[in-house]
C-alpha cells in the first residue's frame, strides 16, 4: 500500500536507503552518513512543501520516493521536484511499484497547486528503461544531467 511515510517509518527508509546507496553507481563511492539520512527523513517528513511516500507491504517498507515543492526561479508557479525514488530489488518487477508511487507524487502535488512535474532518474546513470517509464506516466524529456568528478 503506498502512504505518507511517518516518524516511525525513518529506520526502515534508511534502511532501504542503505541498499538503495549501495546499489547505486553514482552514489555508491561517498561514505554513508546514518545520522545524516535520518535527519533528511525527517525533515522531509515534517515539511509542508515535502512528501515522504512509501509502500508498506504489511509493515514492511519495500520502496519509497520523496519530494518537494518549490517556486520557479523565474516564475511564481510551483514545480514538484522528485528528489529520491527506490523499490527494492525483489519487489520491483511485479507490482508496478514505482508507478503507483509516481501517481502517489503527482495527486498530492496537484492537491498542492503545483503546475509543472521534474523527475530526473540518476542513481544508475543513463539507463533507457527510463524513458518507457517516462513515456508511461506521461513526462516529456527536457534535457539531462551531466556529472564530473573533481
Known amino acids: 500500500m503506498i502512504r505518507e511515510a511517518t516518524l516511525q517509518d525513518v529506520d526502515q527508509i534508511v534502511s532501504l536507503g542503505v541498499k538503495f546507496i549501495k546499489d547505486s553507481p553514482m552514489f555508491r563511492d561517498h561514505p554513508i ?5 535520518q535527519q533528511y527523513a525527517i525533515r522531509t517528513i515534517r515539511e509542508e512543501n515535502r512528501c515522504y511516500f512509501v509502500d508498506d ?11 518537494y ?18 523499490i527494492d530489488p525483489d519487489y520491483k518487477s511485479s507490482t508496478r511499484v514505482g508507478i503507483r508511487l509516481m501517481r502517489k507524487f503527482e495527486e498530492w502535488s496537484r492537491s498542492k497547486g ?10 544508475h546513470g543513463v539507463d533507457d528503461r527510463w524513458n518507457a517509464f517516462c513515456k ?6 527536457q534535457g539531462g544531467i551531466f556529472q564530473k568528478r573533481l
Open 57 to 67: 507491504r504489511d509493515g514492511k517498507i519495500v520502496a519509497f520516493l520523496s519530494g
Open 69 to 86: 515543492i518549490s517556486p520557479m526561479i523565474y516564475s511564481d508557479d510551483l514545480v514538484a521536484n522528485e528528489q529520491l525514488m527506490f
Open 114 to 123: 503545483v503546475k509543472i512535474m521534474w523527475f530526473s532518474p540518476t542513481s
Open 33 to 37: 552518513n546514518i545520522k545524516r539520512m
Open 136 to 141: 508511461t506516466l506521461g513526462y516529456v524529456p
